[in-house]
C-alpha cells in the first residue's frame, strides 16, 4: 500500500513538473526578449536624423526664396544703373551711378555666395 502512494505521488509529482514545464519555457523567453525601450536610441537617431533633413529642406528653401529676392534686386538695380547712364553726359559721372554700381557688385557677391550652399 505504500509502494503504491509513493507511486501516485511520484506520478502527481512528475505530471505536475510536466504540466509546469511549458510555463518556465515561456517565462524564460520572455524574459529573453528584448525590452521596448532597448530600441529608443535607434529611434531617437532616426527622429534626429529627420529633424535634420527637415531642417536642411527648411534652409534650403529660405536660401533658394533669398537668392530669388537679391536676383529681382539685382535686376532692378541693373535697369536703374543703366538708366542712370544713358542720361549722364560723358564727361560726369554722378556719385549715385558709383554707390548704385558698388551695391550691385554687393548683390551680386551675396547671390554667387548663395547659390553655393552652406559650406
Not at 514545464?21 to 529627420?50: C, F, I, M
Not at 529681382?72 to 554722378?94: G, R
Not at 557688385?105 to 548663395?114: G, I, N
Request: charge should be neutral; charged fraction near 35%; include cysteine.
Amino acid at each position: 500500500m505504500l509502494s503504491r502512494i509513493h507511486t501516485w505521488t511520484f506520478c502527481l509529482c512528475l505530471f505536475a513538473f510536466v504540466g509546469l514545464a511549458p510555463s518556465r519555457v515561456v517565462a524564460q523567453q520572455h524574459q529573453t526578449l528584448p525590452h521596448p525601450d532597448v530600441n529608443v536610441p535607434a529611434d531617437e537617431d532616426e527622429a534626429r536624423a529627420r529633424i535634420t533633413h527637415d531642417l536642411e529642406k527648411r534652409a534650403a528653401k529660405e536660401r533658394a526664396a533669398a537668392l530669388k529676392a537679391d536676383t529681382d534686386k539685382l535686376l532692378k538695380l541693373s535697369v536703374e544703373l543703366k538708366a542712370y547712364v544713358d542720361k549722364a553726359d560723358e564727361n560726369v559721372l554722378s556719385l549715385d551711378v558709383i554707390k548704385k554700381a558698388e551695391e550691385i557688385e554687393r548683390l551680386a557677391k551675396s547671390v554667387k555666395d548663395k547659390m553655393k550652399g552652406p559650406n
